[in-house]
């Protein structure tokens, strides 16, 4: 295979010029005309060309052309086929590039639509669970909100019972109370009726000490019982205390659920921006999937024209043969002329002499 850059052509154009100076066209003088190429490649192309020129004699002893016009016609013939196969091998090599380039573009294209579907999948996995995360939270909001009336509820319950307890604490109080002003009016009476009736006072005395005992007692039992009311009245303060603390806990977790709610709804705000943002890029992808329509049919135009360069080339090669043809038959008319003037000339002659 010729390197690049060392052409028939040029070894012909070379071997050509040597020839009309007298001079034997030999490898190595073609290499310094050159300035390079292998031994190989030189070679090649000069047995090539004296394979040519050999054929190009032949013909111009066989037609009676000059071989120099020959030359000429076979030179200027060569010239414009490597110049429509230079012309041939840019358009493959521009439409090569081009497909190649589109190709890309086709890849990158396709990867970046990849990319944002991809994108647009977790951008969709991430909406779908901010959306259960704030169902979740909206149920444990609700879930809250009703805990939080059956506590206010119950501690209303236990609010109302303390006032029922304090009011019997007080009724006990008032019982007591008067239970102490009838015995100190028993009394009265009692040394009152003792100067006029002792004897009746003595029989008495033993149920007033039974009834004072019983009293007592009484007195005795609602001491206890109010001491227990109060125990019972302290542990009520104290769960309601607690139960306040809890109500302030839940308060503070309905903040929290409330200010995660917010971020959820923020992060579904983003997500509508990523997904405007995605239908801008599929926008602007089929945008380009057009521009590479457009290029595609630019590519259809241009294989055209070559197939429209190709039969220019091949109604020239018609041509050149058809000319050919011309010109074989131009040289049988010139040769029967050349002969029927010379037998003209042979009888002219006969005739005078």
Same mark, same amino acid.
């Given at each position: !295979?010729?390197?690049p ?6 070894v012909? !154009?070379?071997?050509q ?15 310094i005309?050159?300035?390079t190429g292998?031994?190989?490649t030189?070679?090649?192309?000069l047995?090539? &060309?004296? %394979?040519r020129?050999? @054929? ?10 000059? %071989? ?8 200027? =013939? %060569?010239r ?19 497909? !190649?380039?589109l190709?890309?573009?086709?890849q ?8 944002? @579907? ?6 969709? @996995? ?6 259960h995360e704030?169902?979740?939270?909206? @149920?444990l ?5 009703? %805990? ?19 009011i019997?604490i007080?009724?006990l ?19 009152e ?7 009746? &006072?003595?029989? #008495?005395?033993?149920l ?9 007692q009484k ?24 139960l ?13 659920? +409330?200010?995660?709610? *917010?971020d959820?709804?923020?992060e /579904?705000a983003k +997500?509508? #921006? ?11 992808f *089929?945008? #380009?999937?057009?521009k590479?329509?457009?290029?595609? !049919? ?6 055209q ?5 190709k ?16 010109? =074989?038959?131009?040289?049988q ?13 042979l009888? /002219?002659?006969n005739?005078?002499?």
């Amino acid at each position: !295979m010729a390197r690049p850059g060392v052409t028939y052509h040029e070894v012909s !154009m070379i071997a050509q010029r040597l020839t009309a100076t007298g001079k034997n066209p030999t490898i190595d003088a073609i290499r310094i005309e050159l300035g390079t190429g292998s031994n190989s490649t030189l070679g090649a192309h000069l047995r090539t &060309f004296k %394979e040519r020129k050999t @054929q190009t004699q032949q013909l111009a002893t066989k037609e009676n052309i000059p %071989e120099e016009l020959i030359a000429v016609i076979k030179g200027l =013939w %060569e010239r414009v086929m490597n110049q429509s196969e230079d012309k041939i091998q840019i358009i493959q090599q521009e439409t090569a590039q081009n497909i !190649m380039q589109l190709k890309q573009e086709v890849q990158s294209l396709l990867q970046g639509n990849a990319d944002w @579907q991809q994108q647009f999948q977790k951008t969709k @996995q991430e909406r779908d669970a901010f959306a259960h995360e704030k169902s979740t939270l909206e @149920q444990l909001l609700a879930n809250s909100k009703i %805990e939080a009336a059956a506590m206010t509820e119950k501690l209303n319950g236990l609010e109302q019972k303390v006032a029922e307890k304090q009011i019997r604490i007080d009724e006990l109080h008032k019982q007591h109370k008067q239970t102490q002003a009838n015995l100190e009016h028993y009394r009265t009476a009692s040394l009152e009726q003792r100067t006029s009736d002792q004897q009746r &006072f003595e029989q #008495q005395q033993k149920l007033s000490e039974q009834a004072i005992l019983q009293i007592n007692q009484k007195v005795t039992q609602a001491n206890q019982e109010n001491i227990t009311l109060e125990k019972k009245s302290l542990k009520i303060i104290f769960e309601n205390e607690k139960l306040k603390s809890d109500f302030n806990a839940l308060n503070t977790q309905h903040g929290l659920i +409330t200010t995660r709610l *917010n971020d959820a709804q923020n992060e /579904l705000a983003k +997500t509508a #921006q990523n997904l405007e943002q995605l239908h801008s890029f599929q926008i602007k992808f *089929n945008e #380009q999937h057009e521009k590479l329509i457009e290029l595609q !049919m630019q590519h259809a135009l241009t294989q055209q024209q070559l197939e429209a360069e190709k039969l220019k080339y091949k109604e020239a090669s018609e041509q050149n043969k058809a000319l050919a043809a011309e010109k =074989w038959i131009l040289g049988q008319e010139k040769s029967q002329l050349y002969g029927q003037l010379k037998q003209f000339n042979l009888s /002219l002659e006969n005739n005078i002499a």
